[in-house]
């Protein structure tokens, strides 16, 4: 028979699951979130945000207004840490909304995602590329395929002039057009972006909207490249070399000849060995 105290124990036990079943959740406690830290935060790419806190559960809503698609949480989450990955679409400001799965907001902040930069590395040294998506977003985006696709890997610098343009993106070894491109994009030239020195804009025929994957790298101010009107669109710039200029100076000085009828062309090639989105 059971004695008094036996009793009480097990009331009480009783009446504590009780009290934390109704407060919802596997634990009992509302869950609370204490830091978020981003790992991993690129335009383009899935990013890897840690929730901390107590009492975290899979079933948090995550909003973003869009800026961080397709949230989800990993595998190797827990209570008191949750893994969200999610795919970032926007750069500068990406606030984040946690709610309960009852509606309730939990937690709000905002990070912020930096401009994509791409690293070019050639046998001449390497030289990084940071892209302006707001401005030139159809550029960009085009841009990026062709470096995540590896695309760029071994074509060469096939046009360079000294004092004007060192022009890459679309020839391998022998002056041969590297098969593979993609459709021609809308010409963004028009956007206020200006071919000064440094700065990186798509390479096209006489037809406006003909750029596939080649760009160049302008050696000196050529503003005479800018929009000026629908007959005169120019070329559209994307973004500017904010490291490793010294390098393309030495590309630019590289010995050019004649080659399969192309003038410019270096002697010795200048090799893309690779294209990297590095933030």
Same mark, same amino acid.
């Given at each position: 028979?059971?004695?008094?105290?036996?009793?009480?124990?097990?009331?009480?036990?009783?009446?504590?699951?009780?009290?934390?079943?109704?407060?919802?959740?596997?634990?009992?406690?509302?869950?609370?979130?204490?830091?978020?830290?981003?790992?991993?935060?690129?335009?383009?790419?899935?990013?890897?945000?840690?929730?901390?806190?107590?009492?975290?559960?899979?079933?948090?809503?995550?909003?973003?207004?869009?800026?961080?698609?397709?949230?989800?949480?990993?595998?190797?989450?827990?209570?008191?840490?949750?893994?969200?990955?999610?795919?970032?679409?926007?750069?500068?400001?990406?606030?984040?909304?946690?709610?309960?799965?009852?509606?309730?907001?939990?937690?709000?902040?905002?990070?912020?995602?930096?401009?994509?930069?791409?690293?070019?590395?050639?046998?001449?040294?390497?030289?990084?590329?940071?892209?302006?998506?707001?401005?030139?977003?159809?550029?960009?985006?085009?841009?990026?395929? %062709?470096?995540?696709?590896?695309? %760029?890997?071994?074509?060469?610098?096939?046009?360079?002039?000294?004092?004007?343009?060192?022009?890459?993106?679309?020839?391998?070894?022998?002056?041969?057009?590297?098969?593979?491109?993609?459709?021609?994009?809308?010409?963004?030239? @028009?956007?206020?972006?200006?071919?000064?020195?440094?700065?990186?804009?798509?390479?096209?025929? @006489?037809?406006?909207?003909?750029?596939?994957?080649?760009?160049?790298?302008?050696?000196?101010?050529?503003?005479?490249?800018?929009?000026?009107?629908?007959? @005169?669109?120019?070329?559209?710039?994307?973004?500017?070399?904010?490291?490793?200029?010294?390098?393309?100076?030495?590309?630019?000085?590289?010995?050019?000849?004649?080659? @399969?009828?192309?003038?410019?062309?270096?002697?010795?090639?200048?090799?893309?060995?690779?294209?990297?989105?590095?933030?």
């Amino acid at each position: 028979m059971r004695t008094l105290s036996t009793l009480l124990a097990a009331t009480a036990a009783l009446l504590l699951t009780t009290l934390l079943t109704a407060c919802g959740g596997s634990t009992g406690f509302p869950p609370v979130i204490t830091a978020v830290k981003p790992q991993s935060l690129s335009y383009g790419r899935t990013a890897t945000i840690y929730l901390g806190g107590k009492d975290l559960r899979s079933s948090l809503v995550v909003e973003s207004n869009g800026g961080c698609t397709s949230p989800s949480f990993a595998s190797n989450s827990s209570t008191d840490v949750l893994v969200l990955n999610c795919l970032v679409t926007v750069v500068g400001d990406l606030p984040l909304t946690i709610k309960s799965d009852n509606g309730e907001v939990i937690y709000t902040t905002t990070l912020s995602v930096p401009k994509p930069q791409v690293s070019i590395i050639t046998n001449k040294g390497s030289f990084t590329l940071e892209l302006d998506i707001a401005s030139a977003p159809i550029t960009v985006k085009n841009f990026l395929t %062709y470096v995540r696709g590896g695309y %760029y890997s071994n074509t060469l610098f096939h046009r360079v002039i000294p004092g004007f343009v060192a022009q890459a993106g679309g020839y391998i070894t022998g002056l041969v057009r590297k098969p593979g491109q993609l459709d021609p994009i809308e010409l963004e030239s @028009n956007k206020g972006l200006s071919n000064a020195r440094a700065s990186v804009a798509m390479a096209r025929t @006489n037809i406006f909207n003909s750029a596939t994957s080649e760009f160049y790298v302008n050696l000196v101010d050529n503003t005479f490249l800018d929009y000026k009107n629908a007959a @005169n669109p120019g070329y559209a710039v994307f973004g500017t070399v904010v490291q490793g200029m010294d390098v393309v100076d030495a590309i630019a000085a590289v010995p050019t000849g004649v080659l @399969n009828g192309s003038t410019d062309v270096p002697l010795s090639d200048i090799a893309i060995t690779m294209a990297i989105q590095s933030k």
